[in-house]
């Protein structure tokens, strides 16, 4: 097993197309192409984390996120936000969210808090 660091654009190319066909064969787990697999998937995560990383959303955007994950409507958010509209208040950004309102849109809808104390 011949595998390489990631360090260039091409190197992460390379390694795409390597991780693409052993996808595509399926290998099990613990075998030599299911190891192999793993640590070039290991190495394309590294490489990714380090030169495309991801902003957080903010707070809005969680909450418009998990709004549409479980199909919820500004009816539903009343218990956590409050009356309609508070919600379209929140949801337009023009009004910050309590600390209520923080704590119950991550005790109930599990946003996480780090996210919801963020800035709009």
Do not use: C, W
């Amino acid at each position: 097993m011949n595998i390489l660091p990631v360090r260039t654009e091409d190197d992460y190319k390379a390694a795409l197309a390597v991780v693409a066909a052993l996808v595509d064969v399926d290998p099990e787990p613990g075998t030599e192409d299911g190891d192999r697999l793993e640590i070039i998937s290991l190495l394309i995560e590294h490489y990714e984390a380090e030169h495309f990383p991801l902003a957080a959303p903010t707070p809005v955007e969680a909450i418009k996120f998990r709004m549409e994950q479980a199909g919820l409507t500004v009816p539903d958010m009343e218990p956590y936000i409050g009356k309609p509209n508070r919600v379209y208040e929140i949801l337009a950004g023009r009004r910050e969210l309590s600390l209520a309102m923080i704590r119950r849109l991550h005790e109930g809808l599990r946003i996480p808090a780090e996210i919801l104390i963020g800035s709009n």
